[in-house]
């Protein structure tokens, strides 16, 4: 990359404010992970995956993206953007090399990967590679996804092996497809938790304590979300009853 190219990366890097700076050393290639989800709530599953893929694949960082509309989950109630967003940012500030980025959520219409990897591509020097890590259960889908042949092209999978779910049915997923993907599998420490989870323990009023970090359960009772119900501070009764 020449100074002029390393003006404009840094420059469309800075205007995004919340990407990370890769790829200055033409003779080094840099790896960016981008965790993808809805992250409604993001929970110790999505952070153990995206550690044990930063560590076994050598990235440089991860970088944590909520999807604003999510293209599968448009028939379903789906936390605002700015919530799943702020959740993302408390669960991933005291890690180094996670980033949690706003690349997704302020992009308008349906998110689809296909153009927030085409979008990255234009940002950043050949330099650097993508590596997209999903759990097992979204890795078979992809050769489904919009753009599929895009996805194959821009970016490398990482799969991440979720308790409960045969590989096979996805190895068997990519050997169909017409499209050359490369994939790796990745053992992570078995987390059967799932966001659905994490809310229906939340509705039923249970503790989220080791399921996700505490600031996010701290965020989900401040902003009564999935049906914490507010608290009536100062009210007489509940006073009484807390004493
Ligand atoms: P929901 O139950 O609402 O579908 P989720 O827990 O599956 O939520 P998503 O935001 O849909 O979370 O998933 C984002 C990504 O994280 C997906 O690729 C998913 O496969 C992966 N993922 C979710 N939970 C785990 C887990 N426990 N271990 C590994 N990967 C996970
Ligand atoms: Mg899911």
Known sequence: MDDTEALRVAEAVVERGDLPLLGR?????YRMGIMGGTFD????GHLVAAEQAFD????????????????FKQD???????????MTLLATSDNPHFLASRFEVDREGITYTADTLEQLSAIYPKNVEFYFITGADAIAEIVTWRDASKIARLAHLVGATRPGYD????RA????SPYEFDVTYLEVPALAISSSYLRQRVEAD?????????????????HH???VRPKRYGSSDLEAQDL
């Open 25 to 29: 050393d033409p003779g080094e290639t």
């Open 167 to 170: 590989l096979a049915h996805a």
């Open 225 to 227: 979300l999935y049906g």
């Open 41 to 44: 709530p993001i929970h110790n």
């Open 76 to 86: 379903k109630r789906v936390t605002s953007g700015e919530d799943r967003y702020a």
């Open 206 to 222: 249970q503790s989220l304590r080791y399921l996700t970090p505490d600031q996010v359960t701290g965020y989900i009772h401040k």
């Open 173 to 176: 997923a990519f050997e169909e």
């Open 56 to 71: 076994d694949l050598c990235l440089d960082v991860v970088v944590f993206m909520p999807a604003g509309r999510p293209a």
